[in-house]
């Protein structure tokens, strides 16, 4: 292992007797919950870099969003730790790129049984550091570890193929190769399954990958990494590094033997990162912003196009790519719809998300509870009007209420840009073409909504609408099978499904000549 200047390896009785000493003093309900953890040893804070918990040094503070109260510490990695990392990952692919697919498969699956073993404890520690209902994160573990068996299995079909030879004695086949080594960096709305999601690709193609998790939501990224470990994956082939964002991108940008860089994130950072992985020319997959267009047609049944804008807008509070963001209504319902929409979200409860009854969590960053303010109080400026806004301002400052606003208009900034809250905004339309149009004007397109009784302007639609992912009368359609990912200033590749494992493949064709007889 190399040097790690002012970090030292972890020392499990330190971690214990830290969360000991926390113990002591007057705690939330977030340090409560974490302190009856069945393994300590996830809050340890520690970095897994090389096969080892480096630690000491500066750390950084982990803060419930909710109360904004201080729950854990991590060790602070820098560029001298982030090279060490690299060198590791670059010893260890040879041996894990030789392994069988089967086995490699085998080591995921039995990450993905730890993190379900350990689904209950995950989840607090994603409720605890993100702020989503405890239902919620419980789904995401589940949905996260569905990620690892997937590409367990995908890893085991990666056949590349044969080509009909266009030359006479010879034999033309193209073979699918891991890259070499990956990078992730992954952000705080969904911790563990966008790890998971990138990970499982990455080491099912036989490609060791370091991550850099978003900085407010480590302490899942970690004990990820812990189960990973367990699980029996060797130095050096899955590292996580916690620290200053930019510190650590620039070895994982400027580093020639990083071959493939995955981002989620805002599209402007991911323009940043594009950027900086042209100078080594490497593969890049980004899932950036969303602005989804959802669009409500006046012969479908109201309920149900309700039932499905609730899902759409209000899931993960709201922070989610893939929410509605710009909720087109038939002019002709548009006053039902508005009314019934409003008496479902008179339902959400806010609060903390270890509350059992909570729908609503705070944003997890305080610079996305002010964008949804700024959004709604420009908007009411504009002529915009709050039908329905729940309570939930006086919890805290990260905290949004579920706003409803009607009387939308395409100059207003929430129809432009991406909200990433619990604001919806309701625009009223005319005809099939002119929402069309107004929902292919956006320089985003990853995901679309539409609600519609008629087939055949199902498939018009599912044809013409400018995005990577289409929902047709459903709001819920992800999973590891399909290939999310973005049109436009959305981003670039695909994750899950045969095409996620693609990411992280080199194709190599190979021609075999002088075959005749
Ligand atoms: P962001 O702007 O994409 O930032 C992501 C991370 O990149 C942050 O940790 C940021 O650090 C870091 N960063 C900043 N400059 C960097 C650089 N030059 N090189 C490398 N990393 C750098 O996301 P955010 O601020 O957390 O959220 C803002 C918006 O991003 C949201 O409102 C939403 O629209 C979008 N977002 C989308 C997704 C998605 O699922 N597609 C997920 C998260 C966020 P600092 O925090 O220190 O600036």
Request: charged share 20%; aromatic share 6%.
């Amino acid at each position: 292992m190399g040097n790690f200047n002012k970090m030292t390896v972890w020392d499990p009785q330190m971690a214990f007797q830290t969360t000991r000493h926390k113990s002591s003093r007057s705690v939330g309900l977030a340090t409560r919950n974490l302190q009856n953890l069945r393994r300590l040893d996830f809050l340890a804070g520690g970095a897994l870099v090389d096969g080892q918990w480096v630690s000491g040094g500066e750390r950084d503070h982990v803060i419930d969003p909710a109360t904004g109260e201080e729950i854990a510490d991590v060790a602070r990695c820098g560029a001298a730790e982030m090279e060490v990392a690299i060198a590791a990952a670059e010893r260890s692919f040879p041996g894990w790129r030789e392994l069988l697919p089967a086995r490699r498969g085998a080591i995921l699956r039995s990450w993905a049984s730890l993190m379900l073993e350990h689904a209950e404890e995950l989840a607090i520690l994603v409720t605890c550091e993100q702020g989503k209902p405890l239902a919620e994160a419980r789904h995401e573990i589940a949905y996260g570890a569905g990620f690892l068996e997937w590409f367990a299995a995908e890893g085991e079909r990666a056949y590349g193929e044969t080509i009909p030879s266009h030359k006479i004695g010879s034999l033309l086949q193209v073979r699918m190769q891991p890259i070499g080594i990956a990078a992730a960096i992954t952000p705080w709305n969904f911790p563990v399954a966008m790890i998971t999601r990138k990970a499982g690709a990455a080491l099912a193609a036989g490609c060791p990958i370091i991550v850099k998790p978003a900085p407010e939501t480590p302490l899942s990224a970690l004990a990820l990494a812990r189960l990973a470990e367990q699980a029996g994956l060797p130095p050096g082939v899955f590292q996580v590094l916690v620290g200053n964002p930019i510190e650590l991108s620039a070895p994982l940008l400027n580093h020639t033997r990083i071959r493939a860089l995955s981002f989620t994130g805002s599209t402007e950072i991911g323009r940043l990162l594009l950027e900086g992985a042209a100078e080594s020319v490497k593969k890049v997959s980004l899932e950036l912003g969303g602005h989804a267009p959802f669009l409500v047609f006046d012969d479908v049944d109201l309920e149900k196009a309700v039932r499905g804008v609730m899902a759409a807008k209000f899931a993960t509070s709201g922070q989610d790519c893939l929410a509605a963001n710009r909720i087109y209504v038939q002019r002709s319902i548009y006053g039902d719809f508005v009314e019934a929409f409003s008496a479902a979200m008179t339902q959400l409860r806010v609060g903390h998300g270890l509350e059992p009854t909570t729908d609503i969590g705070p944003m997890t960053k305080l610079s996305v509870a002010n964008k949804c303010r700024s959004q709604i109080d420009e908007a009411m400026k504009k002529g915009a009007r709050v039908v329905s806004a729940k309570q939930g301002a006086t919890l805290g400052p990260n905290f949004v209420p579920p706003t409803l606003l009607s009387d939308v208009t395409e100059d207003m900034l929430i129809a432009r840009e991406e909200t990433f809250g619990p604001v919806a905004a309701v625009l009223p339309f005319d005809s099939e073409e002119e929402v069309i149009a107004r929902a292919n004007a956006s320089e985003m397109g990853l995901a679309g909504y539409v609600y519609t009784d008629s087939l055949r302007r199902a498939l018009r639609l599912s044809e013409r609408i400018e995005c990577g992912m289409l929902g047709i009368n459903t709001a819920s359609f992800t999973g590891p099978p399909i290939p999310f990912g973005g049109w436009k200033q959305s981003g670039l590749g695909r994750e899950g499904s045969r095409h996620g494992l693609a990411e992280y493949m080199e194709l190599k064709y190979v021609c075999f000549g002088d075959l005749a007889a």
